[in-house]
């Protein structure tokens, strides 16, 4: 195995996965080896002791250093494919980072009834996950794989008189993905409910995280519910 550093991590790795110098054991310089730094969880690239790889952005592309090492993008290069457009910018928008080409990357979200959470991927890298609530025992959220098949700002529910916000439908089915429901006079219902199901079959988002996810998501986008 060569290792020219001597920090436990094959020169090979250092190059092509991790983006650290195989000649420095140490490479950002904050006293701690680079080995010891990934194992624990915190950045290399970051001369600031004990910054955890979630925390740092060492090449300042909006792309934090453990979304680089996910998705094999350089964490000491904003623009890792050399398209002029930087990688965090390219992940927001869907694109791979590693092509020079725009080409989209696969888009997923997924449903833990069991536990209440509700997660989103892009080319199989978990961007966030989510506490939900999804339907009631009488009212149970249909588990299965779908897709998104409408979206709407804010829908208006003629069953319960309530809006919706941030309504994404699934396809073929009379349930989809929601803001907790607004009463017409702007009152909010069921914050405290996040974690419980307690829905008519909808699945709810808090405040914030029903925007992310709307604003994430397309027409067509994979759902699966388990």
Request: hydrophobic share 25%.
């Amino acid at each position: 195995m060569d290792d020219a550093d001597g920090d436990g991590i094959k020169d090979v790795d250092e190059i092509s996965i991790y983006h650290t110098d195989p000649n420095n054991p140490d490479t950002d310089g904050d006293g701690y080896d680079d080995r010891k730094e990934l194992i624990n969880g915190y950045s290399p690239y970051n001369s600031e002791p004990k910054i955890k790889l979630e925390k740092s952005d060492a090449d300042k592309d909006g792309l934090n250093d453990r979304m680089e090492l996910n998705f094999k993008t350089d964490p000491t290069n904003p623009d890792t494919d050399g398209d002029g457009y930087k990688d965090g910018d390219e992940i927001k928008q869907g694109y791979d980072p590693l092509n020079i080409e725009k080409v989209k990357l696969a888009k997923r979200i997924e449903v833990d009834l069991k536990k209440q959470e509700l997660s989103y991927f892009l080319n199989g890298v978990r961007m966030d996950k989510f506490k939900v609530s999804t339907g009631k025992a009488s009212t149970p959220t249909p588990k299965g794989t779908f897709t998104i098949g409408n979206k709407h700002p804010k829908a208006w529910s003629k069953a319960y008189g309530l809006w919706m916000p941030y309504w994404q439908g699934i396809a073929g089915g009379r349930f989809g993905f929601h803001e907790l429901p607004e009463w017409p006079g702007g009152k909010k219902e069921g914050a405290n409910h996040l974690g419980i199901p307690v829905s008519h079959g909808c699945i709810r988002l808090g405040v914030g995280p029903a925007k992310i996810l709307y604003n994430w998501a397309e027409v067509g986008t994979p759902v699966k519910i388990y």
